[in-house]
């Protein structure tokens, strides 16, 4: 065989390859040219034997060859087989199709979603912050003192230079207000983080939304009615909300928010613990010191905070009894809320 010799092979192999009318046409093909005795042992052996100045010709003939053949052949491959497919009977066309799933949102992203929509019905926009924070946003700028308890180690997760995770989304608060001058009507929802065993109510890592309206003669009034408000817009129409007192290092006075059971009406049954109350939320007047940090003057505004719980909300709502649940992603236990 010479080098001439070899090209036009490679062009009928082509040919033939590519006019071969039925798989098994295609595969006596293949044998006669690609096969361990086919044409291709044939030029391997001509490029062995060849002298050596001609060798770079002949392993580039002999490449070229392979190359255009098994392309050839599995060209003509395809195109055999899709020719069947389209000839068979198997193929029934009204047959329905693989099922697609829509897909569900979390329901920890539809309580997101649907605290915040309220929220943006009374005016209030969204604002975010980082999940890493500093410990001035996180607690010097919101009152906290560097003793207080809630900045041990046994509840925040420290960060190197001064930073952590956020324990609370108060923490958009503090440099929201340094950003933005008053007027202020904010929903923070986000990502919260503490040092937190796992179990049927707690988790390390959360959700919170915050809320803050500062203005000039805003009072617990307000705070009081945009709760109840809220309260029935979420839970539904009977629904009110009772304020106990409590103590927070950001708000003066302070409260914890109670809302009657929306399952029992007030009567008491399993999921109030037959209180007829479920606690829900933790709120108060922006203590004077927040403002001062955020360089607000006290004497000139006034406001409210609020702070709640995402996944308690979406338990209370789906009737969810663990928080893990929320967690494990079992795909067929999220998709039914
Ligand atoms: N940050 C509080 C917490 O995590 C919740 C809270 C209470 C937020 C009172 C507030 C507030 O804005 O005024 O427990």
């Given amino acids: 065989m010479n080098l001439s010799e070899l090209e036009s092979l490679t062009t009928r192999a082509v040919a033939d390859l590519s006019a071969a009318a039925t798989p098994a046409d295609l595969e006596a093909l293949r044998i006669r040219y ?21 060798k770079p010709f002949w392993g580039k003939a002999v490449n070229a060859f392979k190359s255009r053949t098994e392309k050839a052949l599995a060209d003509r491959r395809a195109a055999l087989a899709s020719a069947a497919e389209a000839a068979s009977d198997d193929f029934d066309p009204t047959l329905p199709g693989a099922w697609i799933s829509p897909g569900t949102l979390h329901p920890v992203t539809q309580l997101i979603d649907r605290t915040t929509a309220i929220f ?11 999940d890493i924070e500093t410990e001035h946003y996180n607690f010097d700028a919101l009152n906290t003192p560097a003793d207080h308890v809630s900045r041990d180690t046994q509840d925040t ?61 805003v009072s617990l009034a307000n705070l ?20 106990r007192p409590h103590f927070f290092p950001f708000t003066e ?33 922006v203590d004077p010191n927040v403002f001062l940090a955020a360089g607000y003057d006290p004497d000139a505004v006034t406001g409210y905070a609020f702070g709640m719980g995402i996944e308690r909300l979406a338990m209370l709502l789906f009737g969810i009894d663990d928080i893990r649940r929320l967690y494990e992603n079992v795909v067929p236990y999220l998709s039914q809320f």
């Avoid at 324990?167 to 008053?182: D, G, K, L």
């Fill in 120 to 130: 943006r019905r009374m005016g209030f926009t969204v604002a975010d912050g980082p």
């Fill in 34 to 54: 690609l096969g361990r005795n086919g044409a291709v042992n044939d030029a391997t052996a001509a490029l062995k034997a060849a002298p050596p100045a001609e």
């Fill in 157 to 217: 997760f420290y960060l190197p230079a001064a930073r952590l995770l956020r324990t609370q989304t108060s923490a958009v608060q503090a440099r929201y207000m340094e950003a933005n001058p008053p007027p202020v009507r904010i929903v923070c929802p986000g990502r919260c983080y503490r040092r937190d065993t796992t179990d049927a109510t707690h988790s390390a890592n959360f959700h919170q939304i915050e809320g803050l309206y500062v203005d000039r003669a």
């Fill in 253 to 285: 006075p302070s409260v914890e928010v109670d809302f009657s059971c929306h399952m029992c009406g007030g009567k008491g049954c399993r999921v109030c613990k037959h209180s007829g109350w479920i606690e829900i939320m933790g709120a108060g007047m």
């Fill in 224 to 243: 009081k009615s945009d709760i109840d408000h809220f309260a029935r817009e979420l839970m539904g129409p009977g629904v009110k909300s009772r304020f």
